[in-house]
């Protein structure tokens, strides 16, 4: 029994795939950033396997930043999200319509 | 001295420039002297240019002027330039001549008219297209001046347009002249693929390496061209309604200039029919027929320009007859008379309609002879001419056809001398019922008096112009006489345009003395039946039946079964293919996009769940591809 | 030199479980229907994947991921959570968008299927050790140090101003509003208190003093003003 690489990545695939699903059935705009968060290190682990397999460490360098981005991102998205909050307390994705053509 | 060869179709359209800019302010009668003036100095730079034509040998007679490159493109090089030789002189000398005299008459004819100064106008830019035609040096440009002519012939048949029968007849005429055109570009087309070139040097010295079958194409459409413009079977129903145009155009465009034109064309093509014999034999036949069916349906007419116009048809297709035979320069010689009588039979009819009050019907004239002299002699004379008569022009023109025509073909001699019976005969008829004869007019009492008439000959303005062509129908064939070999100055004037390819049986004296005197019986025979049938009478039924008055029906025939389903099928397609299919192509078009957009739109719901939806599926698809191009 | 990890009992075994946390932790992020119980999950699932990262060499990414996301991330989610009071139910049973449900998961399985077969293939081999290999005698640390601070130098700064940028930007954005400015979006909310202004020092400032400048570089939906005066702490924004 041996782990190889391709558990890691079924995993990270598994991981990703919820947290695609959850984005897309959930109506609650925090828990729909959640999941984002989940796809965000499903990313993650793909790339340190891929590091430990390529014996490159730009892989694991590539996480760093993700993490440092998905940081800033969240803040952001957060602050949007209180921002609209203010607006319309109690707003689902489905309330902000506004783009309908 | 043949430098100024310019000027001659330069002048003409400098004339019509300045009317066009300025013509109203000038006014009645100064427009149409500067009209007259402008032709009659084309007409002297003719002269100076024939003169130093006349000056080269015989054998290099032939002068070419390009003013510039026009076309360019690939290899076809066409150029703006003239021709300077003995044919296109020839014509340039007597379209120029006749021009200016009509000019002068039309100051008078016109002088009531309010649009005074646009007629001129439009006959100022007759003339430079025509003098364009005939001084061409390559075919293209022969054809800008075609074309010049067959709009100034609309302009000017429809001059009184707010007439329904004016400008009906106009687009006749267009209308017919655009079927010969049709044929015409074909025909250009066939040149320039076969020889490279629509220049005429280059052109008649490649023919060498055309084959026979392009040849007689060549030579057929371009004589459907000429069918067009001169009106020969089966194109020539326009030239009869082109009489509602004023007299003057008919003298000039549909006697004497536009309709030789198709003449002209055929005798600058020599080189090709001389290698075609079918073709040109198709031109001769149809020019005898043409002749034939002329003068029956002449015979016939009640309307004195009517008269004149199917004679004209008739008078052509002994024009296209020679040539069609291949003697180039008995047609052209026939032409020249030809233009003058015409001209002057047409100007002379001018001043009786004038006297008539525009009554154009001979059964409601007669005996007008003592009361217009000058118009009744000149008109006289131009009978005589035209029926033949000897020592007249027309005498030695028509001779010299049918003399050419036995030589030929004895059947279409026979045709010939029927239509010259025919000729001498309808136009004495003319002659008779309007100037002879009883008078079926009311004279005017007293001044003022409205119902009755005051016939009086023309001014000079319009008497000079009569007096001058009568004289020159009288004496215009001394330039061409066949009883001494030293006598035909026009032929040897021709002769080197046609080169080796005329047509001419050599009679000997005793052959050329018997055909004048069977041409004179034949035009004798003519003037007796005239005179003995409408000496006295008016009312002849029996020789005017309705079949020839209605023209054999041909013209009811084309309307029937050509112009009627036409327009159905223009009013159906209008109705039809217009409005709903190319209209509704267009509008559906639009109707698509516009639906399209409304359906393409609910894909835009707003909602942010939905477009990660639309990525996951994109997502979805990227893998799949990428799993194809993996595995 | 190629490092070979010896493929051991424990190993599996560690992964099975940290792979258990995970997709546990996911389904509950997913499926939970309080948006707490959601962020409780997510931190489980994040212990997990560090669990995995040291499994798999990093040991400085698992370190960081605990202290950043499960840390810092999964607590400010939460601190917005209690703020805005987000915490009702939603409505489970059916989806408002037609068709929505199905095709996701549809989508989904899809997606997972069409992955694990590509997880299957050949991999690329790449460059070996283009920034320093992994199983070199030196720490992980100072191999991500060395990689970020020589090679990856951009990229590192450029993130380091998208800190201090989004930094900002949050802070701009959750500002509440000065007074309130006619609202052009089509929402039947009510508009925010303009009153309700937490900035204390605003009130005291005369009228007189205060500079209005017009920023080109901000977002100015409807109508914005930034009237500073002083220090940034002043800064005020009508309308988001």
């Not at chain 1, 499903?42 to 340190?48: K, R, S």
């Not at chain 2, 100076?48 to 032939?62: D, E, I, K, N, T």
Request: net charge neutral.
């Amino acid at each position: 029994m041996s782990v190889s690489a391709t558990w890691y990545l079924t995993l990270a695939a598994v991981l990703f795939t919820i947290g695609a699903v959850g984005l897309l059935v959930r109506r609650n705009v925090l828990v729909m950033f959640m999941c984002v968060e989940l796809m965000l290190n499903a990313a993650n682990l793909t790339f340190v396997t891929f590091a430990r397999r390529l014996n490159d460490i730009a892989g694991q360098t590539a996480v760093f930043f993700v993490l440092v981005v998905a940081a800033a991102e969240v803040v952001v998205g957060l602050g949007i999200i209180v921002s609209i909050y203010r607006r319309r307390p109690g707003a689902t994705a489905d309330d902000l319509h506004g783009l309908k053509g | 001295m043949l430098r100024v060869a310019f000027l001659i179709p330069l002048l003409p359209l400098a004339g019509f420039v300045i009317l066009l800019l300025s013509g109203r302010k000038l006014g009645n009668p100064l427009a149409g002297w500067l009209a007259t003036i402008m032709v009659a100095a084309s007409f002297v730079v003719t002269v100076v240019v024939f003169a130093g034509l006349f000056r080269l040998p015989a054998g290099g007679r032939s002068y070419t002027q390009n003013w510039f490159t026009w076309i360019s493109a690939g290899h076809l090089h066409v150029n703006m330039g003239l021709l300077v030789d003995p044919l296109s002189m020839t014509m340039a000398a007597f379209v120029t001549g006749v021009s200016a005299l009509i000019h002068l008459y039309s100051i008078g004819y016109m002088e009531h008219d309010e649009d005074f100064p646009k007629f001129f106008l439009y006959l100022n830019l007759f003339v430079a297209a025509m003098l364009l035609l005939v001084l061409a040096n390559n075919f293209l440009l022969l054809f800008l001046g075609w074309e010049g002519v067959g709009v100034c012939s609309y302009f000017l048949i429809g001059f009184w347009f707010e007439r329904d029968t004016a400008s009906s007849a106009a687009k006749k005429a267009m209308i017919f002249n655009r079927i010969g055109d049709a044929a015409f570009l074909v025909a250009l087309f066939l040149i320039y693929e076969r020889t490279g070139s629509l220049d005429y040097h280059t052109v008649f010295s490649h023919l060498g390496s055309v084959g026979e079958p392009s040849l007689v194409a060549m030579g057929v459409l371009l004589f459907a061209g000429a069918v067009g413009k001169s009106a020969q079977i089966p194109l020539y129903p326009w030239l009869a309604d082109a009489m509602e145009g004023p007299t003057p155009v008919s003298a000039l465009i549909h006697a004497a200039t536009m309709v030789t034109a198709g003449v002209y064309l055929m005798c600058r093509i020599n080189p090709i029919l001389y290698r075609a014999p079918d073709a040109a034999h198709v031109i001769a036949i149809i020019g005898a027929v043409t002749a034939l069916l002329g003068a029956t349906i002449a015979c016939a007419q009640n309307d004195i320009k009517k008269i004149l116009a199917y004679s004209t048809i008739s008078q052509l297709g002994y024009m296209f007859l020679a040539a069609g035979i291949g003697a180039y320069d008995a047609a052209i010689f026939l032409m020249l008379t030809h233009a003058f009588y015409k001209a002057l039979l047409f100007l002379g009819a001018g001043s009786v309609i004038h006297a008539m009050n525009d009554d154009q019907d001979v059964k409601t004239m007669g005996a007008l002879a003592r009361l217009m002299p000058i118009t009744a002699v000149t008109f006289f004379i131009g009978w005589l001419s035209i029926g033949g008569l000897p020592v007249f022009s027309g005498f030695w023109s028509k001779g010299d056809v049918l003399l050419n025509g036995y030589g030929f073909s004895p059947a279409l001699w026979v045709v010939g001398a029927l239509t010259a019976v025919l000729t001498a005969y309808y136009l004495g008829r003319a002659y008779l019922l309007v100037f002879r004869g009883q008078q079926r007019w009311v004279e005017a009492r007293k001044p003022g008096d409205r119902a009755g008439l005051k016939p009086h000959d023309p001014s000079w303005v319009m008497s000079v112009p009569l007096i001058v062509l009568g004289a020159l129908s009288a004496v215009g064939g001394l330039i061409n006489l066949p009883i001494h070999p030293d006598l035909d100055f026009l032929d040897r004037w021709l002769s080197p345009v046609f080169a080796s390819r005329l047509f001419q049986h050599h009679w000997g004296l005793g052959g050329v003395w018997t055909f004048a005197l069977i041409d004179a019986a034949l035009a004798l025979l003519g003037v007796a039946l005239a005179v003995a049938l409408w000496g006295h009478a008016s009312e002849r039924p029996a020789f005017e039946p309705v079949v020839l008055q209605r023209a054999w029906y041909i013209d009811w025939a084309y309307d029937r079964f050509i112009a009627r389903p036409s327009t159905e099928v223009a009013i159906e397609t209008s109705s039809v293919v217009e409005a709903k299919g190319i209209d509704g192509a267009v509008n559906g078009f639009a109707w698509l996009v516009r639906s399209t957009a409304r359906h393409l739109r609910k894909v835009q719901t707003g909602y942010v769940r939905n477009y990660a939806l639309g990525l996951a599926g994109g997502l979805v698809l990227v893998l799949a591809y990428v799993l194809t191009r993996a595995s | 030199m190629t490092h070979v990890l010896a493929a051991t009992i424990p190993d599996a075994i560690t992964f099975v479980m940290a792979a258990a946390i995970c997709v546990v932790g996911a389904l509950g992020v997913v499926l939970a229907r309080n948006p707490v119980h959601s962020a409780l999950m997510l931190v489980m699932t994040l212990f997990g994947v560090a669990v995995l990262f040291v499994e798999e060499d990093a040991q400085f990414l698992a370190a960081v991921q605990v202290i950043v996301y499960a840390g810092a991330i999964v607590v400010l989610f939460l601190f917005v959570i209690m703020l805005l009071g987000v915490d009702q139910k939603e409505v489970f049973q059916r989806d408002p968008l037609p068709a929505q449900r199905p095709v996701a998961i549809a989508l989904g399985i899809l997606g997972l299927v069409e992955v694990l077969v590509l997880a299957r293939g050949r991999w690329p081999s790449g460059a070996r050790s283009v920034s320093g290999a992994i199983g070199s005698p030196a720490s992980n640390v100072s191999l991500i140090g060395r990689s970020i601070f020589t090679t990856y130098l951009l990229a590192f700064e450029v993130t380091s101003a998208l800190l201090a940028v989004a930094v900002v930007g949050a802070v701009v954005l959750a500002r509440r509003p000065r007074h309130s400015v006619g609202g052009n979006e089509d929402s039947t909310g009510p508009v925010a208190e303009p009153d309700d202004d937490l900035g204390g020092p605003d009130d005291t400032e005369p009228e007189g003093v205060e500079e209005t400048i017009v920023g080109s570089g901000t977002p100015r939906g409807e109508s914005g003003d930034i009237k500073t005066s002083g220090s940034l702490a002043d800064v005020e924004v009508t309308g988001p």
